[in-house]
């Protein structure tokens, strides 16, 4: 019975740690933050500068100097939302009991789906930032379509970016992104989740029974407290190289991405492709869509370019692919990669219709 008592302590001990931190984590990062910068944006109908290109017209020309500039611009945004990330991703994997997350996010079903989105739009990262945690929940066998929902919500459901994005934009332009969203959040999830094999199923199965049978205890850290900082380690020597190496190399290649600025771009099908395609590849911080979207609006830019990377900028980027590759199979990212660039022409030719 004492056994069974101090267990129950143990765990109760683990989970209010865990909430203490993800409360206290996204209050300090993200929610009181984005409270203060909703104001700014509701009275001056701007919350900053382009990190795409500043002030000009066009990206500079791709150098070590623009690579290192972006990184660095890009860095100072995110850097605390990444350790937040980390420190979540690697806290789900020691601290929350080893059958939780696959109760709630394991089944394959929609309801699945619906509860990682939901938790998702509280949490507010940059898809960089939320891919520890997404690597976290895969670790804890969440489904493959739940952990999309919620990596693919975090951006494209954001309630502090539509707000931004309603006194910046115009409500018009976050209606849209509201619509396609939970189109894109919980329609890719759910159809991520039907391309689960029987296989992949049996081994989720089994990989969970190993888990409940032992405790989620590694051999080489019996305190829970400990092995928290040993997977934080883990996580943040595999995960943190490749995505800087990927983030300076798109911060070296803006100007091929977004060559030109313009009246000149307007609404042909092909200008809405590129900029699809192009919004899926980059990498910005939270909300920053906003800001670069405004900026070439100013420009003269088409209501359809900026429209497709209304839906393609936030949810993925190549250093955030990169992040979460091994926690799903190769096949249910290019779905995702290629769904996004599909949903962002799709909202390209919407905002040009609607004449936004």
Same mark, same amino acid.
């Given at each position: 019975?004492?056994?069974i008592?101090?267990?129950?302590?143990?765990t109760a001990?683990?989970?209010?740690?865990f909430?203490?931190?993800?409360?206290?984590?996204l209050?300090?990062?993200?929610?009181?933050?984005y409270y203060n910068?909703?104001f700014v944006?509701a009275?001056?109908?701007?919350?900053g500068n382009?990190?795409?290109?500043?002030t000009?017209?066009?990206?500079?020309?791709?150098?070590?100097d623009a690579?290192?500039?972006?990184?660095?611009?890009?860095?100072?945004?995110?850097w605390q939302?990444?350790?937040?990330g980390?420190?979540?991703?690697?806290a789900?994997q020691?601290?929350?009991? #080893?059958?939780?997350?696959a109760?709630? =996010?394991? $089944?394959?079903?929609?309801? +699945?789906? /619906?509860?990682?989105g @939901?938790?998702?739009?509280?949490?507010?990262?940059?898809t960089?930032?939320?891919?520890?945690?997404v690597?976290?929940?895969r670790?804890r066998?969440?489904?493959?379509?739940a952990?999309?929902?919620?990596?693919?919500?975090n951006?494209i459901l954001?309630p502090?970016?539509?707000?931004?994005m309603?006194?910046v934009l115009g409500w018009?332009?976050?209606?849209?992104?509201?619509?396609?969203?939970?189109?894109?959040?919980?329609g890719?999830?759910?159809?991520?989740?039907l391309?689960?094999?029987?296989?992949? #199923?049996?081994?989720?199965?089994?990989? =969970?029974? $190993?888990f409940?049978?032992? +405790?989620g /205890?590694s051999?080489? @850290?019996s305190n829970p407290?400990l092995?928290w900082?040993?997977?934080?380690?883990?996580?943040?020597?595999?995960?943190?190289?490749?995505?800087?190496?990927?983030?300076?190399?798109?911060?070296a290649?803006?100007?091929?991405?977004?060559?030109t600025?313009?009246?000149?771009i307007g609404?042909?099908?092909?200008?809405?492709?590129?900029?699809?395609?192009?919004?899926t590849?980059?990498v910005?911080p939270?909300?920053?869509e906003?800001?670069?979207i405004?900026?070439m609006?100013?420009?003269?830019i088409?209501?359809g370019p900026?429209?497709a990377?209304l839906m393609t900028l936030?949810?993925?980027?190549?250093p955030?692919l990169?992040?979460?590759a091994?926690s799903?199979?190769?096949?249910?990212?290019l779905?995702?990669?290629a769904a996004?660039?599909?949903i962002?022409?799709?909202c390209g030719?919407?905002?040009a219709?609607?004449?936004?």
């Amino acid at each position: 019975m004492n056994a069974i008592r101090q267990q129950a302590d143990n765990t109760a001990l683990k989970v209010a740690v865990f909430l203490v931190l993800a409360t206290a984590g996204l209050f300090y990062v993200k929610w009181l933050p984005y409270y203060n910068r909703a104001f700014v944006a509701a009275a001056e109908h701007s919350i900053g500068n382009s990190i795409l290109m500043g002030t000009a017209a066009s990206p500079p020309a791709p150098s070590w100097d623009a690579a290192l500039g972006y990184a660095l611009a890009y860095g100072k945004a995110i850097w605390q939302a990444m350790v937040l990330g980390l420190l979540l991703g690697s806290a789900i994997q020691a601290l929350l009991p #080893a059958d939780w997350v696959a109760r709630v =996010l394991g $089944k394959t079903g929609f309801g +699945s789906v /619906v509860a990682a989105g @939901a938790l998702s739009i509280p949490s507010m990262m940059c898809t960089c930032c939320a891919a520890p945690v997404v690597v976290g929940l895969r670790a804890r066998q969440a489904s493959p379509g739940a952990a999309i929902a919620f990596w693919l919500g975090n951006t494209i459901l954001n309630p502090a970016t539509l707000v931004f994005m309603g006194f910046v934009l115009g409500w018009n332009w976050a209606t849209l992104r509201i619509v396609l969203g939970v189109l894109m959040v919980f329609g890719l999830g759910y159809l991520v989740n039907l391309m689960v094999t029987p296989k992949e #199923a049996a081994e989720a199965n089994a990989e =969970l029974s $190993k888990f409940v049978t032992n +405790s989620g /205890v590694s051999d080489s @850290a019996s305190n829970p407290f400990l092995r928290w900082i040993e997977i934080f380690v883990r996580m943040s020597i595999r995960l943190i190289p490749e995505y800087i190496v990927i983030v300076l190399l798109l911060g070296a290649a803006r100007a091929w991405l977004f060559p030109t600025i313009g009246a000149d771009i307007g609404n042909e099908i092909w200008w809405i492709v590129a900029f699809a395609v192009a919004g899926t590849l980059f990498v910005i911080p939270t909300t920053g869509e906003v800001p670069i979207i405004q900026a070439m609006l100013l420009l003269g830019i088409g209501a359809g370019p900026a429209g497709a990377l209304l839906m393609t900028l936030p949810p993925v980027s190549l250093p955030s692919l990169a992040m979460v590759a091994r926690s799903f199979r190769p096949q249910v990212l290019l779905f995702v990669v290629a769904a996004v660039v599909a949903i962002g022409i799709v909202c390209g030719l919407l905002a040009a219709a609607l004449n936004f």
